[in-house]
């Protein structure tokens, strides 16, 4: 097979339960930081392949990067791959390789099958078009007949229940209106492997669910497809394998569990700006303080005996301590937290307030620390990130000092990523009862 090649292939035999249906083969792509230089390349490249002679893809000219190096993966019929990474690690410029829209420089990429891909919002749309000539456009390209889109348009439009408006043009539709119409679109084509590319991330919670049960039920029809995501929680949900791309390396490609915990342990190598972890979990914070009344000088998680805890245990105690300076004396404060998984920085999973639970803390001048009794983390396996401010009387407009992001990582057991929280629970067996 001839060097920087897609293959598709449409004769699959239903009884091949467990063959490979995507093959990627030592798959590299780059790509050019100028423009210019990018265009000069191009027609050096097709004149190269016009005339038959070599391109030196192999070889990176100046101005060049490597968006995909050498990466090689198989995904099976059926089967559920997540890709996940960082910004710019080479995840859409490998769907884009799989759905055909680019080819790569060195090795090649086999197909099995129809492919539906939703790499970008409202591909393939025509802003123009109303949202009932795009549906026709878009399953016709896919390889529907008229009389096909026809007898499925009615479960289209159900789907994405956009029903009052699939007669306006889609460039009047929200971002989320465009996201339920593509997937509705790609999923009744009848394809064998599906493409997303987080388009999914800008629907509503409702229809994000609606979307992962439909893909669970297509899986078990044995339809294949890949995942780009930055949120761990629906890579471990709806993907059955995972592949953790950087810079355009491949770091690993094993199962869901094992490629998001290597994952989020690489995130949690970074170190926050501004401040300095001057010993195991502990952030001792440098710089001025944004308020002349009170600064926070350090935090740290630790446990009853008062030592520093580098990781946390889903399910065990653990004492927050923030300590802090009093340059004045200040009343009502407040101690705010914040907690987000840094690999879903979207969503908040965990609020608290210390006016909320015991009432406004009254400030003495001097050093002081606030300790926060967790009698349970009830977090689960990941990295997380804490933003943590005090306020004054009440308001949230008179901030006295604020940390932007305290990192720390949580760990638990094997039956515990697979949950979607911690229940605090107590076993009882008693035959009177």
Known sequence: MSSGATQNISDISSSEEDEVIISIQNVSKKFCRSLKQ?????????????????????????????????VSINVKRGESLGLIGVNGSGKTTLLKILSGLIKPDTGYVRIKGRVAALIALGAGFNPVLSGRENVYVNMSILGLSRKDIDEKF???????????????????????????????????????????????????????????RKLSELRKNGVSFILVSHAA?????????????????LVICSDAKTVV???????????VPNADVSQVGELCVAGESVSSALKINSLSFRDSEGNI????????????????????????????????NLSDQEGC??????????????????????????????????????????????????????????????????????SSFYQPRRWEINDSW
């Open 38 to 70: 990018a265009y000069l390349y191009g027609l050096k490249d097709i004149t190269a392949e016009l005339i038959g002679t070599t391109r030196h893809s192999q070889k990176l000219r100046k101005g060049e990067f490597w968006a995909l190096n050498n």
């Open 154 to 212: 009615r479960d289209v439009l159900d789907f994405a229940e956009i029903w009052d408006a699939i007669d306006a043009p889609v460039r009047t539709y929200s971002s989320g209106m465009k996201a339920r119409l593509g997937f509705a679109c790609a999923i009744y084509t009848n394809p064998d492997i599906l493409l997303i590319d987080e388009v999914l991330a800008v629907g509503d919670f409702k229809f994000r669910t609606k979307c992962y």
């Open 233 to 249: 929680s629906a890579i471990l949900s709806n993907c059955d394998s995972a592949a953790y791309l950087s810079r355009g390396d």
């Open 261 to 271: 915990k290597k994952y989020e342990e690489d995130l949690s190598i970074n170190k």
């Open 309 to 340: 805890l580098d990781t946390l245990t889903t399910g065990q105690p653990a004492y927050l301590y923030v300590k802090c300076q009093a340059y004045e004396q200040v009343k009502d404060v407040s101690v705010n937290m914040i907690i987000r």
């Open 349 to 418: 999973y965990l609020y608290l307030e210390s006016a909320k639970d015991i009432g406004f803390i009254q400030i003495s001048s001097g050093e002081f620390t606030v300790r926060l009794l967790i009698p349970y983390c009830g977090l689960l396996t990941g990295v997380y990130s804490t933003k943590i401010n005090l306020t004054a009387n009440g308001s949230y407009y008179t901030i006295l000092d604020i940390i932007e992001s305290f990192r720390f990582k949580v760990e638990g057991d094997e039956n515990i990523s697979q």
